[in-house]
């Protein structure tokens, strides 16, 4: 058996939101990974990398910039553009320092370094130096802002990056006709640039913001399945249980209609007391047949035969046998009074266990136990098999995976009688599955364990 159970039916819900609301698991998220991953506005670029180095790295990249920048925009734009040091001090401040902010706001940065360039462009063109020099823009400006289109394009929308390179384009044309003889080709490399800049950051973008999509929809599907699979085993054994209840619901009739006549002289209030108590459970019965034509499914029309028990499990596990798994079977001779619910429950751990080591194991020694413990409490009931040897060994599994169906539905016919159940691989490969069911009455709450694959 390669299946196993996790925690009670609501953890597959609760794994559900925490994979949506994280998508991929930090331990997961390498920096390639994380850098194509869109982040919400304010966080940092590769905030969802797994390793606080790689979520620093973008604030020590920033840094270095600016602080290799903004002393050589200072010392170029006064010692070639010859420009006023206290106007070089301010301006490569307001064209570098930004960078900063990019980080986490990449496209204000922007607005204040286009603004700033647009503007140091227009004073250089008054500097006694520029004739000669790179204009409209400083080789410090293109380095810088190739920079920043590179943490533009990680964040931003296509429609975004589309405005950002034609503002870009527009700046280096509108400098051109407005000082013609101080123009260079500068402005023409840095569009270009910029446009493949834009181009290949959004490109990766888009495709982790459609692979982060693609995630959240098979998370949300595979949660659905397991709430699906849930509701499903919910209601077969509600069908199930039917018999039951109304095997019980039928005795309280019968008793209350006999009475006045196994009990002589009962006065004429008893006798109204039980004829109202007889008139409730046919009307409760009406009732469970009416629910019972809501929870039953296509093609369970002819379910009519009655409710197996323990005492087919000597069918099951010849059954087993025959279909080629060895099977011992240990069934205590006096079980007492185990009540129905029980006593189905039982029959179907059984059942699903040794389904699963036919599916899942064939060919493994397997060991089936039903006894009584603790002075007739509590029903145990135990399937364990070993790892698949001799012809089985030689035999795939009939199953690479299952449904999910069998071990959900052991988990909720231990929650409704109030037992315990224990599933888990074990250090030879074989697989244990262990119940605990109450033959008296549920006293503890019900309680699962064990892993799943």
Partial sequence: ????????GTSSLARLRALVRRVVPASA????????TPTRPGAALLADASSVWVRRLPYVVAFAFVAALLPVTVTVLTNDYRLNGALAGALATAQTAPLLLAVTRPLQAWWVIVTADFVGALILIGADGTPGQQWPWTPMVVLGYLALMLAIGLREPRRTLVGVWLVTGAAGWLCELIAPDLSQPVHVLLFVLSGVLLLITGTLRERGDAQRRLVEQETISEGERARRTLLEERARIARELHDVVAHHMSVITVQADSAPYRIPGLPDAAREEFGSIAASARESLAEMRRLLVVLRSEGTEGERAPQPGLDRVQQLVEATVRA????????AAELGDVPQAVDLSAYRIVQEALANVVRHAPGAPTRVSVRAEEDGEWLM????????????????PLEDGGTGHGL???????????GTLDTGPL?????????????????AAPTTKGSSS
């Fill in 324 to 331: 080629g798994v060895p099977t011992e079977l240990s069934l």
């Fill in 1 to 8: 058996m390669s299946t196993g159970s996790s925690s009670p």
């Fill in 381 to 396: 009931v135990l399937v364990v098999n070993g790892a698949p040897d001799g012809q089985g060994s030689r035999r795939a």
């Fill in 408 to 418: 959900v539905g052991m988990r909720e016919r231990v929650r409704l009688t109030g």
């Fill in 29 to 36: 998220r390498g920096p390639l990974v994380a850098l194509a």
């Fill in 427 to 443: 250090p030879d490969g074989g697989f244990r599955v262990a119940a605990r069911l109450p033959l008296r009455t549920a006293g």
